[in-house]
């Protein structure tokens, strides 16, 4: 793939409905959580899953690494993808997540 996506926000496990029953609409640079994996929304999408790949509108995101858990008042120095950070100072959970050209810490 040649084109790098942006990560906007963690949303959570994919959900093809919202609770009103209707195709779940995912704008692009959500991630999602499925079956273990995370996937990033490359475009706005509907109705497919992330196993429809670049087709349906995902692209899986690397979930090889293990994830670590820091409870700290200060961002961790050297992070992995996975690993998720819980801010003491502000009481926020973060999770570092990492696309083709950007790494961030993404607020849950």
């Known amino acids: 793939m040649s084109k790098s ?21 995912y704008i692009g640079g959500d991630v999602v959580l499925y079956k273990g994996i995370k996937y990033l929304a490359i475009r706005n999408t509907s109705g497919y899953s992330p196993l429809h ?8 995101l690397d979930s090889t690494v293990s994830m670590n858990f820091i409870n700290s008042d200060t961002e961790p ?12 100072s502000t009481g926020n959970l973060f999770i570092y997540l990492k696309d083709k050209d950007t790494e961030q810490w993404v607020q849950l």
């Open 5 to 25: 996506y942006d990560i906007k926000r963690f949303v959570g496990d994919f959900r093809a409905r919202n609770e009103f029953g209707k195709v779940k609409v």
């Open 53 to 60: 790949g670049e087709r349906g509108g995902w692209e899986p």
């Open 77 to 88: 120095e050297t992070p992995t993808e996975g690993d998720h950070w819980f801010d003491s």
